[in-house]
């Protein structure tokens, strides 16, 4: 049942409106304003990073320095700006698309929320206190390096990222109840659009993959602190940790794409002016996504030793699910093939989404082949493809999706010639920086080191500049979007993109938040829909 009471809260002016809010559109907003927040710390990362690749040896930091920023960047795009930013647009859109009036626990709702900014002012401590270092083991923690780790950075991942897990594990609770209990009538499985489809697997991936997170970072922070030997490292603690986060973290890949493959499949059906391609073959293919990534995290440990014959088993495992992948990349063809395509913004990054994604699952099939993978593991190559998933299919994806509803959440439109100058400098500096990573894979540089012999130095280079410029180009999209959101065109009551009608559109814009925060969906709640 939802929780109600918004009486009182529709009284609240300024900063109490919002931080009392149980409304989901407002939780939606502060979602992603606060996942775009970390997402400028976490760029800003990368860029010095970059910087200090640009050439061999020592230039702008110290390899300890070098450690705690990869770490850092790792964990703050993972957990504070792409999970936080697909809860935003779950939160804001969920509900509209299947004609409830809030999430099934609006209280619970806000709570999810407001763990996330503690805990990654957590995360980030150690940098602020005297004679401290941050989390220098890498966003994957592994053991022993993250109970080895000098100082009180680690002990604060360990904590920041269980907090984080918390506000997940509640929020995926809220977002399963709130579509099975709270569909309107007439709103089925079968006719539910495939955004709330992807939302509702990605809550299962967390809600079965977090608590085993959870107690690892629990036994990880007991190992640093309170003197247990969980991963005791003569009966193979290493290895026990790596099947922990691995078990978390390869659905974890998941949670953060098939987020953007919704998107994706309501973008290219309103600029084509045709439905989705073989809609049931793409909502069961998001199911057997889900599922097949809690068969395959052991191709991440194919060189610790692990039998053959279970590496056999995950290889395999890991070949077959490329195949509900690709149903959705042939249906997005087909979706666009004979369509009247209209080349605007989201439709621009929607496409880039299936191509530069396209390259990083092709990437993964070769490391999925175990002899391949004893050559490539932990070199650039790794680098190269999961950026590729999270940055040419993960951001991109989320690019989409905000040039598209940005009407919907500000009641004014962007500024499309900016937005289209955004797409094109995004792409072209994305591709400069990973696509020669491939190459500096192949050659074998190590990831996660601060220095490089010579022969490196050119190919570094490409990719360093190519990675200041597509940071510096996302100042281009918060531009665009501050002062659209202050001085761009006010759009009518409505679908301004034309065409038939989505289910998000059907109850107005919410006025411009900045001005007028009030502003609640109109659709009537609904209980017990069917099943």
Not at 47 to 65: C, K, N, Y
Not at 128 to 141: C, E, V, Y
Not at 262 to 290: C, N
Request: hydrophobic share 50%; with cysteine; aromatic share 16%.
């Amino acid at each position: 049942m939802a929780e109600h009471g918004h009486g009182e809260h529709a009284q609240m002016t300024g900063w109490r409106r919002w931080a009392y809010s149980t409304n989901h559109q407002e939780i939606g907003l502060m979602y992603i304003w606060t996942a775009f927040f970390f997402f400028i710390i976490g760029g800003m990362l990368a860029m010095l990073m970059r910087v200090e690749l640009m050439a061999p040896g020592p230039t702008i930091m110290d390899p300890q320095a070098f450690n705690e920023l990869f770490t850092m960047h790792g964990t703050t795009m993972v957990f504070l700006w792409i999970m936080p930013v697909f809860a935003g647009f779950g939160n804001y859109f969920v509900p509209l698309m299947i004609g409830a009036k809030d999430m099934a626990f609006p209280r619970i709702n806000a709570l999810s929320f407001w763990l996330i900014p503690p805990a990654g002012a957590m995360l980030f401590l150690a940098a602020f206190l005297p004679g401290q270092h941050l989390a220098d083991a890498g966003w994957t923690g592994y053991v022993p390096l993250s109970l080895q780790s000098p100082g009180l950075g680690m002990s604060f991942w360990f904590l920041g990222l269980h907090l984080l897990g918390v506000a997940s594990t509640l929020g995926a609770l809220n977002f399963i109840v709130t579509i099975f209990r709270m569909r309107a009538p007439g709103v089925t499985f079968h006719n539910m659009p495939l955004f709330v489809w992807a939302q509702l697997t990605t809550a299962f991936l967390l809600l079965f993959s977090l608590p085993v997170l959870g107690t690892a970072l629990v036994m990880g922070f007991g190992d640093r602190t309170l003197g247990t030997h969980y991963y005791d490292l003569a009966s193979g603690g290493a290895i026990l940790w790596q099947h922990l986060f691995w078990f978390f973290a390869h659905p974890e890949v998941y949670v953060l794409i098939l987020p953007s493959m919704g998107i994706v499949s309501e973008v290219l059906p309103k600029f084509t002016g045709r439905p989705i391609f073989g809609y049931k073959a793409m909502a069961y293919s998001i199911l057997g996504i889900g599922f097949l990534g809690y068969t395959v995290w052991v191709h991440h440990m194919f060189v610790t030793g692990i039998p053959s014959s279970v590496r056999t088993v995950f290889m395999i495992n890991t070949m077959i699910i490329g195949v509900p992948t690709g149903v959705k990349i042939f249906n997005w063809l087909a979706t666009i093939w004979g369509g009247r395509i209209q080349l605007k913004t989201p439709m621009l990054f929607a496409l880039a989404f299936i191509g530069n994604f396209l390259i990083g699952g092709l990437d993964g099939i070769f490391l999925a082949s175990i002899p391949v993978d004893y050559q490539l593991t932990d070199t650039y190559w790794v680098v190269s493809h999961i950026h590729y998933v999270l940055f040419g299919g993960a951001v991109l994806g989320i690019f989409a999706g905000v040039y598209y509803w940005f009407p919907r959440m500000t009641g004014r439109m962007y500024n499309e010639k900016l937005g289209v100058a955004h797409f094109v400098l995004t792409v072209i500096f994305l591709n400069v920086t990973f696509f020669i990573q491939h190459s500096l894979g192949l050659a074998g540089m190590p990831r996660r080191v601060a220095d490089y012999i010579p022969a490196f130095t050119q190919m570094n280079l490409i990719s360093s500049i190519g990675a200041v410029c597509l940071g510096l180009t996302q100042l281009l999209f918060l531009y665009n979007a501050l002062v659209s959101l202050r001085s761009g065109r006010i759009v009518g009551s409505g679908d301004p993109w034309g065409g038939s009608v989505r289910p998000e559109w059907q109850h107005g814009i919410m006025p411009n938040p900045v001005a007028h925060a009030s502003a609640e969906p109109h659709a009537e709640v609904r209980h017990g829909g069917e099943l």
